[in-house]
């Protein structure tokens, strides 16, 4: 899916002013050339993973990402991994607009203006499978969903990682030619 910038930016514009907190789920776009992601079977964590600073965070998200990719059918391979995973969490303060205008009830000519500004803590991830030979990026997903509580840590990076591993293209069955 190709998204310009200013598309992008209205879409989370309406998101605000509609209220929605729904992730925004991006993956690479390989054009024609997208990697047959089949011939991949083993993973381990890249050595370059750097943990996000909240440990127990850290380990969930770990834990997600490890569901998932067991989910797919890929296990773990400390010696030899056909792909590397690395994830990035980002936190930052987003400002949530809304506006409205109403006519003034004494001259419809005068506009009053009331615009709401509102502060969302949210977390950007990304999550990139790398093949281990060459370095190259072979997977990519990206998401921003709100930051929550404490206590609903674990069920939102749950949904974020889901929500990301979603978009993952299903494995092509070997064997007799049937899918």
């Given amino acids: 899916m ?3 910038g200013l598309a992008l930016a209205l879409w989370t514009w309406m998101a605000a002013l509609a209220g929605q907190t729904t ?3 991006r993956n690479l776009d390989f054009g024609q050339a997208k990697p047959d992601l089949s011939k991949y079977s083993t993973y381990h ?3 370059d993973q750097v943990a996000v600073v909240n440990l127990a965070n850290h380990i969930r998200l770990v834990g997600a990402i490890q569901k ?3 989910e797919l059918g890929y ?3 400390t010696v030899k991994p056909d792909l590397l995973i690395r994830y990035r969490a980002e936190r930052r303060t987003e400002v949530l607009t809304h506006s409205s205008q109403k ?3 004494w001259d419809p000519t005068d506009l009053k203006v009331q615009v709401e500004l509102d502060r969302e803590e949210q977390v950007s991830l990304e999550i990139l499978l ?4 060459s370095g190259f990026v072979v997977w990519q997903g990206k998401g921003t969903y709100p930051m929550g509580t404490p206590d609903k840590a674990e069920k939102l990076i749950n949904e974020a990682v889901e929500g990301l591993f979603a978009e ?3 494995k092509k069955t070997k064997g007799n030619g049937r899918d």
């Fill in 130 to 133: 790398v093949e281990a030979e």
């Fill in 23 to 25: 992730p925004d789920f």
């Fill in 2 to 4: 190709k998204t310009s």
């Fill in 45 to 47: 964590w890249s050595k």
């Fill in 103 to 105: 006519p003034s009830v």
């Fill in 75 to 77: 296990r773990l391979d």
């Fill in 168 to 170: 993952y293209p299903k």
């Fill in 68 to 70: 998932q990719m067991k």
